[in-house]
């Protein structure tokens, strides 16, 4: 999946927050709709501009996030 068509950053749009194919939909939002127990089919209910795909790339973007290399000094 092309993160970048579906995951934008812009600095006039959310404070330059990571969102959801430039509308004002933020990625954390949506994390926050799952971590609160929503299902996928849920949350597209709730915010009908989103399309499966978006979620996915939410958790995907996510998990990129965390998964980086920590360097301890010694």
Do not use: W
């Not at 939909?25 to 799952?34: A, E, K």
């Amino acid at each position: 999946m092309n993160l970048s068509s579906r995951i934008t950053i812009n600095p006039d749009i959310c404070g330059g927050k990571p969102c959801i194919r430039g509308m004002r939909i933020r990625l954390i939002d949506i994390l926050d709709l799952f971590s609160n127990g929503l299902s996928h089919e849920q949350i597209l209910q709730e915010m009908p501009d989103l399309e499966p795909e978006d979620l996915k790339a939410c958790l995907q973007y996510a998990s990129m996030k965390i998964d980086h290399a920590v360097v301890l000094a010694s």
